[in-house]
């Protein structure tokens, strides 16, 4: 009886380990996924004040090459 206890204590100590381990994996996955979208957001800011700064210098060609790289138009 007591090895059954201790048996079924140790699978569900394991089991919980186990779940643990998947949660944290989740969660590093879902931060890492919001970094990358945060910098690639914020690069695609930058191209856009740097472009609109071209055309403010009458440099057209420039200001459309970094349009041409944005990825997603930011809101601001």
């Known amino acids: 009886m007591a090895r059954q206890v201790r ?3 140790l ?3 394991v089991w919980c380990r186990r779940l643990d381990a998947e ?3 989740a969660k590093a996955v879902e931060i890492a996924r919001h970094a990358a979208w945060t910098l690639k ?3 695609d800011v930058l191209l856009l004040q740097r472009a ?3 055309e403010r210098q ?3 060609a420039e200001a459309k ?3 041409d790289q944005i990825t997603e138009i930011p809101l601001q």
């Open 11 to 13: 699978l569900r100590w």
């Open 58 to 60: 009458g440099r057209a």
């Open 23 to 25: 949660i944290a994996y």
């Open 65 to 67: 090459a970094d349009l």
């Open 52 to 54: 609109k700064y071209f």
């Open 41 to 43: 957001w914020e690069k």
């Open 7 to 9: 048996q079924s204590f």
